[in-house]
């Protein structure tokens, strides 16, 4: 659903699928702590992701021990542990940029501050938007963008301007010291090694679902053929 | 950044990498098509998705031979291929539950009809929202949901409503026949066999961008540090 291309494909980088893997393992450790789970084991665990046990195991293995065979894992080291690695404790500072209902929607996202990313301003091409507050944060017009970053060390911007305003952003952001860019804007952007950039499809979320819904289909009526 | 937890884990199915990857398969070669490629090496696809060769020779010997060894890939056969395993032509019914800022902004989101995704009905709990449009569809009184879903067959439920309201959802459109949910609000859902749900994570894909980014910056300084 969303890709992020690193140029510089740095060797030691570890591997997509393990990164997608933590933030749900660090989410899904945190509900247990606050269900009160202290130790949890490998297999219960998987059976709660939908994944493997081996595959746990596996990953878990990757961070360091935190489990003991037979005993299962203590909850909130492991998620510690994880929160380490993802770097959850700092804090990020986040611009949006692009306040239609995108922007909106993603300004007032409780999620954001619950994982310490912190908006900071918006930005916004239509002068009527300008001095509104959305999530706790002012709108300015896009023209002062340039000197905001000067001010104000940003690490991410939310692009979320249509597909034709997108591109042209990158080169101010990048020269004013940004090292991210979550886009959903409907185009996949050029960027400089200084900044990552995560092209977010929306859409192909929604196809995965319909070629689940799809397979599942087909393989209940492979069965239904089969035992008659 | 999403999960769809299938409750059978019916064997036969499609690894979920491969899955992830498909959409992104399908809409990297029709740009190319577009741009009037006829032809493409596993090598120079690879290289514009930043995937490597051997990745894209692998999932595409999966999916049946459209390559010839020394001659690339014929784009528009292998996109159209692509096409029908993600049984992209046939139209799935949509509607969208809870028309907050997300929930409009995923009305006019373009890339669902671009995707035979095709927005029939909105619904919302306020009635100040009856009867207005949003990306054409015309949004009803939630309480309309049963009846409308009787007579209406609907593929999707995309579910934007507040954490609080949505797992209430999930009995009525199983028993209106919704095939699967795309769930957009901040709890995961459980559900019966006969539903699939996506449940959308919007901070996993941001927790993932400031992962790489951070990665990133501890190998460079470590490329800096060797380099002394």
Redesign the interface.
Known sequence: ??????R???P???SD?M??R???Y??RLLELENLGFLVISSKELARR??LTDSQIRHDFNAFGGFGRRGRGYNVELLRKAIGD????N?E?NLIIIGI???G???A?????S??S?KLMALFDANSELVGKRFGGARVYAINGLAKYLQKNPT??AVICTPAAGAQELVEPLAAGGV??I?NFA?VDLQAPDSI?V?N??????????????????V?EE?KSWISE
């Open positions: 659903m969303s890709e992020i291309i690193d510089n494909n740095n030691g980088r570890v699928a990164t997608r933590m933030p749900a660090y989410r992701m939908g690695i993802l770097d959850i700092r990020h239609g209902n995108m909106k929607a993603l007032q996202y409780k999620g954001f619950e994982h990313f690490d991410i090292k991210g979550w409907a990552l995560n977010v499809h929306l859409t192909d979320s929604l196809m995965m679902l319909a070629f689940r819904m799809h397979e599942k289909q393989l492979d």
